[in-house]
């Protein structure tokens, strides 16, 4: 894990390169693992990793790849795109309910273009978006779309999303609604999440997982390897959870 951390790639096709490479070795080769391009103006291709299940159904893990400036520098957007590999290598270990899907992207619009196809291709959204930023700050935090914001029907699962994720913080002993003593850092929620819009993927139960850093007065906030293994292991447990308890039929 602190090997694949290391010496960060700056470049999007040096990032999009390593991370292929990580998802070969971790198994995910052949029909697994494919490159999308949307539209032709795109300068970089979405990478998919498919990890099949007992269904068809899917669940849909996300993350950014290109070099982001993050808190001053505290991160460089890499410890998000890097836990994708880590998370499909843990879940392979364990019979699955649903496919997960991994897929590691260039930007918004690649999201909007990802889940129009599933919606053409499947006439069906995947069952739960699961969209990861800013990782190895501090403690997982999450940001859940609203059950109301979503159509009736998968109201269950939506509920199920928010609360299972406030579960399995309980049990490791994680309060995500106290991460920081007061700082410029401590806002929260940091993020909005701009995909669940009528044209994107509104009909998708949705959560958005980060860390927010802690930090003292006066000092800055740095990337920790404890806090991005903390981080990656609430979102295994989380993925493996919503695997075993989301309803398929929604």
Not at 158 to 177: F, G, N, S
Not at 198 to 226: D, K, L
Request: hydrophobic content about 45%; glycine content about 6%; overall charge neutral.
């Amino acid at each position: 894990m602190q090997a694949m951390l290391k010496d960060s790639p700056y470049r999007e096709e040096d990032r999009y390169a390593r991370l292929r490479g990580y998802f070969g070795e971790f198994g995910c080769t052949g029909d697994r693992l494919t490159a999308l391009t949307f539209e032709r103006q795109n300068r970089h291709k979405v990478l998919v990793c498919t990890l099949p299940g007992a269904v068809d159904r899917k669940i849909l893990v996300t993350a950014w790849y290109p070099h982001a400036d993050v808190l001053n520098g505290a991160s460089d957007g890499w410890p998000e795109a890097v836990v994708l590999p880590m998370l499909y290598h843990a879940l392979q270990a364990q019979p699955r309910q649903f496919t997960f899907v991994f897929a590691a992207l260039s930007g918004q619009h690649a999201l909007l273009n990802l889940l129009s196809q599933y919606r053409a291709a499947e006439r069906s959204l995947p069952v739960v978006l699961v969209s990861v930023d800013v990782l190895g700050l501090g403690p997982p935090q999450f940001t859940v779309v609203p059950s109301d914001a979503v159509p009736a029907p998968v109201r269950p699962n939506a509920d199920l999303v928010r609360t299972e994720a406030w579960r399995v913080a309980y049990l490791m002993h994680i309060d995500p609604r106290k991460t920081s003593v007061p700082s410029a850092y401590a806002a929260t929620p940091m993020l909005s999440i701009p995909a669940f819009t009528p044209e994107g993927g509104r009909g998708i139960p949705g959560i958005i997982v980060y860390s927010s850093p802690i930090v003292q007065p006066g000092v800055a906030a740095t990337m920790s390897f404890s806090q991005f293994h903390l981080d990656h292991d609430f979102l295994g447990f989380y993925l493996s959870d919503l695997d075993m308890k989301l309803d398929g039929s929604l």
